[in-house]
T-cell receptor, first 111, second 112 residues
Framework: GQQLNQSPQSMFIQEGEDVSMNCTSS?????WLWYKQEPGEGPVLLIA?????ELTSNGRLTAQFGITRKDSFLNISASIPRDVGIYFC???????????FGKGTHLIIQP | GAVVSQHPSWVICKSGTSVKIECRSL??????MFWYRQFPKQSLMLMAT?????????EQGVEKDKFLINHASLTLSTLTVTSAHPEDSSFYIC????????FGQGTRLTVV
């Protein structure tokens, strides 16, 4: 199946720094989603974006649905240790059933 | 509380045996259930879509005779991995089709 291009693959940052990750696609998606996954668990939805150009915040997290409907970014401000994990973008549409996931961004916070 | 309940959370089986994974929607009726597979350090990939009362649809490259899906009621979908091989070892996750917000807890399958 198709996948989204998610970058970076991993990030090593200091606590307190801001984080930015993005996803791009060759296909148009109707919905963009951002998830966080802990080891051995299912993904947990962080932010859902339903409209091109939409900018949505959830606490320290901010995400935007690209105007072309082919991209999205997620920002995390003032990172804390609990933010460690793997973040996935996902899209709905693009001619596929279910969700199409990016390959994930592994966030590591150094003390 | 959990909206989707998936069992078992982990299972170890011998090559050649079959394993059944259950996914229950607790607070709503799910006419569609998505089944994903996630290999270590990789993303989730859609395997198949189960439909209540009708045949499941499978993604390209997924063997329907090996991964049997049953969606007999609006609250229960099952995935059976038949004649399991070590390469089937993976993390299997379900998600109701009605919402992208919820996933099962996942099942870690290890075939030895």
């Amino acid at each position: 199946g198709q996948q989204l291009n998610q970058s970076p693959q991993s990030m090593f940052i200091q606590e307190g720094e801001d984080v930015s990750m993005n996803c791009t696609s060759s296909s148009i998606f109707n919905t963009w989603l951002w998830y966080k996954q802990e080891p051995g668990e299912g993904p947990v939805l962080l932010i859902a974006l339903y409209k091109a150009g939409e900018l949505t915040s959830n606490g320290r997290l901010t995400a935007q649905f690209g105007i072309t409907r082919k991209d999205s970014f997620l920002n995390i401000s003032a990172s804390i240790p609990r933010d460690v994990g793997i973040y996935f973008c996902a899209g709905v549409g693009g001619g596929a059933d279910g969700l199409t996931f990016g390959k994930g961004t592994h966030l590591i916070i150094q003390p | 509380g959990a909206v989707v309940s998936q069992h078992p959370s982990w299972v170890i089986c011998k090559s050649g045996t079959s394993v059944k994974i259950e996914c229950r929607s607790l607070d709503f009726q799910a006419t569609t259930m998505f089944w994903y597979r996630q290999f270590p350090k990789q993303s989730l990939m859609l395997m198949a879509t189960s439909n209540e009362g009708s045949k499941a649809t499978y993604e390209q490259g997924v063997e329907k005779d090996k991964f049997l899906i049953n969606h007999a009621s609006l609250t229960l979908s099952t995935l059976t991995v038949t004649s399991a091989h070590p390469e089937d070892s993976s993390f299997y996750i379900c998600s109701p089709g009605a919402t992208e917000a919820f996933f099962g807890q996942g099942t870690r399958l290890t075939v030895v």
